[in-house]
């Protein structure tokens, strides 16, 4: 049992964290951008994945697996590998095949609004 609450307290720490970057993100003004609410939802939704990837790897010093990925966003298996997929094939990340956790993200950090919420200095390397 303690081996298993050990492995999730990774994912669950950075889910807290998210929790509080969340409704920090409430408060910011909103963004007058003229685009149709799917391409918003996807775009809201992949700048979730990359800051979640970004801020995972900074605080545990290895990236997310899938599964982090699911237990944080509440979506199926499936769900979190067809957005991994469209991460890689937009060139926002880079993965090696077969081997696990090897997921980089290849966006410059500046571009990932995440990192100004969190104050994390974005030329000390991960």
């Known amino acids: 049992m303690r ?11 950075a889910s807290n964290i998210w929790a509080r970057l969340s409704l920090r993100a409430a408060r910011l003004p909103l963004l007058n951008i ?16 990359l800051a979640f990837i970004y801020t995972y790897a900074h605080m545990f010093r ?12 509440q979506v199926s298996p499936p769900s979190v590998h067809q957005m991994i997929v469209t991460l890689e094939r937009n060139g926002l990340i880079s993965r090696q095949p077969g081997i696990a956790r090897s997921i980089q993200i290849l966006m410059p950090p ?17």
């Open 110 to 126: 500046e571009d990932l609004p995440i990192l100004d919420w969190l104050g994390i200095n974005q030329s000390e390397p991960l």
């Open 62 to 73: 290895r990236p997310p697996a899938e599964a982090d990925m699911q237990r944080h966003f």
């Open 3 to 13: 081996a298993i609450s050990s492995l999730l307290q990774p994912a669950l720490a």
């Open 34 to 49: 003229a685009v149709s609410s799917l391409r918003s939802a996807w775009l809201s939704s992949t700048r979730q994945y």
